[in-house]
């Protein structure tokens, strides 16, 4: 079977879009931090769009650490296939991406790409964690990634620290700034890195510091598309289905949105164009999104597993599971956003369940139970918090917590991986716990660094809390009855 490549693009099965461009005149003016599945869904995507308009919006795809992409797009000139899976499936061919980087050996390239005043934005997938701050939202300088770019800024290690030495390059050589656009589930995403990226510079340089909070932009955004993780069944759909073969290539729902705060130091494309939603101010969207999606995502992760489900639509197809989230959002979460937003929420509930049940996804959910020490912050307890301080129950919202620790827990009994930046901790709190209520959540309310003093301290989420995971003892079905 041939290998996708520009030269075995005619290969293709007829129904297969190809980049509606001249790809080898398109320049790179975009740079990306963390080239996983849902930047190639979802930002390349839309670059590939605005590249059928014309402009250099060509991507410099970088990768920190791991060679992996690198090693598997190189060899196919960086073309890749996005399946667009509803009841049928459509194929398309992604040629955004130009050149891929990776690891400690491209870095003087990549510094070098930052420093290029054709680079003109900068956007970033790196995980909650990629960020390196603390819970409350700053720059954790203990970081030994942060520290190490506070000793060695010329030779960062660090996405922030990468950001800093870019832009400093830029200051050196009086070159505009790009603008920086974070794609992360992260609440305030874009000012959070703004303020971090400044204290960083901040430890080296007071006037690039200064520079960098009046002159660079860092918008805040929403993304949203539902990507499962590509999988050996998704490489041999694509080759059978496109007759060619392709090292990676990447599968999502046809569901796209990105809301972006229309703020940018340099130019970009003609984002409206091409379906990016441009607005003063994102705040309503991101918070309906990371509430109303991620946080009812989590619930079924954890829920769904301890059910014995292993996808999204799976769970969705138990009737008290997919009741549970849809009350969950409705009277438990929605009271809690903006109600003069201009969004309908009881539709977008609607929809966001629909997506959940998409037959033509399998999302697993050990996929989204991922980090759930850096995830269940943002998801869920802004949300406790805010119904906390209104006096109102968080018996169903105190559910999803206290199905994260079981599923600690039977991590820790089965002795499998949890894939956690704290999975030491997690682990170790994992087999200590005994199945006592009161016990076992002191035992995790040990983890500062993830549960606030606010939520820790307050008796009404520690009671509801304790019920909630006392009531999952005797299992899901038996909990979801009494909550
Ligand atoms: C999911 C998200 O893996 C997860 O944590 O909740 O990746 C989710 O699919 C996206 O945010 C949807 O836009």
């Not at 919006?57 to 992996?68: M, P």
């Not at 955004?96 to 420093?115: M, S, V, Y």
């Not at 050990?366 to 269940?376: E, F, M, R, T, V």
């Not at 006592?436 to 660094?449: G, N, P």
Request: one cysteine or more; hydrophobic letters at 45%; a negative charge.
């Amino acid at each position: 079977m041939p290998s996708l490549s520009t030269a075995n693009l005619g290969l293709l099965s007829a129904d297969v879009a190809r980049p509606a461009y001249d790809r080898d005149a398109a320049g790179i003016g975009v740079v990306h931090f963390g080239p996983g599945a849902f930047f190639r869904a979802h930002q390349a995507f839309f670059f590939d769009e605005a590249l059928g308009q014309g402009g250099n919006w060509a991507i410099c795809a970088a990768a920190l650490r791991s060679t992996d992409v690198r090693d598997a797009l190189r060899p196919q000139d960086n073309l890749y296939i996005l399946a667009e899976l509803e009841r049928e499936t459509r194929y398309r061919v992604i040629g955004a991406i130009k050149e891929t980087l990776a690891g400690p050996a491209d870095r003087p390239a990549l510094l070098a790409r930052l420093a290029n005043p054709d680079t003109v934005i900068v956007t970033m997938t790196v995980t909650e964690k990629g960020y390196c701050l603390k819970g409350d939202g700053s720059l954790d300088f203990d970081h030994a990634d942060i520290a190490h770019d506070v000793a060695e800024p010329l030779n960062p290690v660090s996405l922030i620290g990468h950001l800093v030495e870019g832009l400093r390059r830029r200051h050196a050589a009086g070159t505009a700034p790009f603008t920086v656009i974070s794609c992360d589930n992260l609440v305030d995403n874009g000012h959070k890195l703004g303020r971090a990226v400044a204290d960083l510079a901040e430890k080296q340089d007071g006037a690039l510091a200064a520079w960098i909070r009046e002159k660079v932009a860092f918008p805040r955004t929403m993304v949203d598309s539902i990507t499962p993780a590509t999988d050996d069944a998704l490489r041999t759909r694509v080759t059978h289905d496109t007759g060619v073969q392709d090292a990676w290539p990447i599968q999502r729902e046809r569901f796209t949105q990105w809301v972006i705060e229309d703020k940018f130091s340099n130019i970009r494309p003609d984002f409206a164009s091409i379906g990016v939603t441009l607005t003063k101010d994102v705040s309503a969207y991101d918070r309906a999104k990371l509430r109303l999606l991620n946080g009812p995502h989590s619930t079924l992760a954890y829920l769904g597993s301890l059910a014995g489900y292993e996808s999204v639509a799976e769970a969705m197809g138990d009737a008290d599971l997919a009741g549970f989230a849809r009350r969950l959002m409705l009277d438990d979460i929605s009271p809690t956003l903006n109600p003069d937003a201009g969004i309908d929420y009881p539709a977008y509930i609607d929809a966001i369940l629909a997506r959940f049940a998409n037959p033509g996804i399998r999302h697993l959910l050990s996929q989204i139970a991922w980090d759930g020490s850096a995830k269940l912050p943002f998801r869920l307890f802004g949300t406790i918090a805010e119904r906390l301080a209104a006096g109102a129950p968080v018996d169903n919202l105190a559910l999803p917590v206290a199905a994260w620790m079981h599923f600690v827990r039977r991590k820790a009994a089965d002795g499998t991986k949890l894939t956690d930046p704290l999975a030491e901790s997690l682990l170790t709190i994992g087999r200590a716990v005994t199945g006592d209520a009161h016990r076992d959540v002191s035992c995790f309310f040990t983890l500062e660094q993830v549960f606030p003093p606010a939520l820790r301290d307050n008796p009404a989420f520690r009671t509801a809390l304790e019920r909630a995971y006392a009531l999952l003892e005797g299992g899901v079905k038996a909990a979801l009855k009494g909550i």
